[in-house]
């Protein structure tokens, strides 16, 4: 892994795909431990966390974690989750937060050497190399250690470095899942877990 305490680094952690990942990996976040990780070995200029949140409810699964992320060194950025119902009557949730991430990745560039981003959706290789070009070191965080893999090939490669969240875990696991989330074998490949619409999971903070 390379980082460097001498560069001006900023995480950019789409949440719904790091608690995806995450969890199919078998491990709570401990973000406390995630934020001091880094921090420890690069110059942390400011750490983005992404979640789209229900707001059909008084009161949301999420906003403990969401106030205390704010109190505690990360820069939140929130917008309304959609939730509909499709043509079988099943509930349905998405709420993606790429163009948040991609906006703030394109403004941050300029007044940073490194961006960490977690997420392995393909889409982003093109704000990836734009980035680049603007002289940005780019790292990913996701995994390949999941059936499908949950890091595109083409974002992998436009990587200045790929880091494998479960090799990184231990540095910031709040606890172990005794039953991880099983992964379909036979499923067709995934554009990313935080893209995807599925039915409620009693598990996900979201549903």
């Known amino acids: 892994m390379n980082l460097q305490?001498?560069?001006?680094?900023?995480?950019?952690?789409?949440?719904?795909?790091?608690?995806?990942t995450s969890r199919s990996l078998?491990?709570?976040?401990?973000?406390?431990?995630?934020?001091?990780?880094?921090?420890?070995?690069?110059?942390?200029?400011?750490?983005?966390?992404?979640a789209a949140i229900l707001d059909t409810e008084d009161y949301s699964p999420l906003k403990p974690l969401t106030d205390w992320l704010s109190y505690n060194g990360y820069f939140l950025v929130t917008k309304p989750a959609r939730e509909f119902t499709d043509s079988t009557g099943k509930r349905r949730v998405k709420g993606n937060m790429?163009?948040?991430?991609?906006?703030?990745?394109?403004?941050?560039?300029?007044h940073i050497d490194h961006a960490i981003l977690f997420s392995g959706d393909s889409d982003f290789r093109?704000?990836?190399?734009?980035?680049?070009?603007?002289?940005t070191r780019v790292s990913v965080v996701s995994s390949m250690r999941s059936t499908p893999p949950l890091i595109g090939d083409d974002l992998r490669r436009q990587a200045d470095q790929f880091l494998e969240l479960s090799a990184l875990a231990g540095n910031f696991t709040?606890?172990?899942?005794?039953?991880?989330?099983?992964?379909?074998?036979?499923?067709?490949?995934v554009r990313h877990p935080a893209d995807q619409m599925s039915e409620p999971d009693e598990d996900d903070p979201l549903s």
Not at 5 to 20: A, P, Q, V, W
Not at 30 to 43: E, S, V, W
Not at 126 to 135: D, K, L, P, T
């Open 126 to 135: 093109r704000v990836v190399e734009a980035v680049q070009r603007q002289g």
């Open 174 to 189: 709040r606890r172990q899942t005794e039953n991880p989330r099983p992964v379909r074998t036979n499923a067709p490949p």
């Open 26 to 50: 078998g491990f709570d976040v401990d973000y406390k431990k995630l934020l001091d990780f880094f921090a420890a070995k690069t110059h942390i200029i400011r750490a983005y966390y992404y």
């Open 98 to 110: 790429a163009i948040e991430i991609a906006v703030d990745m394109m403004e941050m560039a300029p």
């Open 5 to 20: 305490k001498t560069e001006k680094t900023c995480l950019f952690i789409d949440g719904s795909s790091l608690y995806s």
